[in-house]
Nanobody, 113 residues
């Protein structure tokens, strides 16, 4: 019943920007800590950013400066703003309910010229 649906992944040019969205249903979104992860072929899935229900954010050091996570509890949506994209950012990006083992289907971001 719990469902996460990611969207917004497209082909973008290096240096470009993109905003991903994740719409949640079947859960109490406002009290759920959420995260964005990504996985490229042959690589381990890694955390991009996380945000608590209250809005506190966390970024791994490798992600700081280019990505911003935010949420709109009225819309049951968490966002990932990505700037200055690089080819190595190419991956499937997943939404996640932290600690609950619930994932979306992912949305593909391709950074290429």
């Amino acid at each position: 019943q719990v469902q996460l649906v990611e969207s917004g992944g497209v082909l973008v040019q290096p240096g470009g920007s993109l905003r991903l969205s994740c719409v949640a249903s079947g859960m109490i979104f406002s009290i759920s800590d959420m995260g964005w992860y990504r996985q490229a072929p042959g690589k381990q899935r890694e955390l991009v950013a996380s945000i608590t229900g209250l809005g506190n954010t966390y970024y791994p050091s490798s992600m700081k400066g280019r990505f911003t996570i935010s949420r709109d509890n009225a819309k049951n949506t968490v966002y990932l703003q990505m700037n200055n994209l690089k080819p190595e950012d190419t991956a499937v990006y997943y939404c996640n309910i932290l600690g609950a083992g619930v994932w979306g289907q992912g949305t593909l971001v391709t950074v290429s010229s």
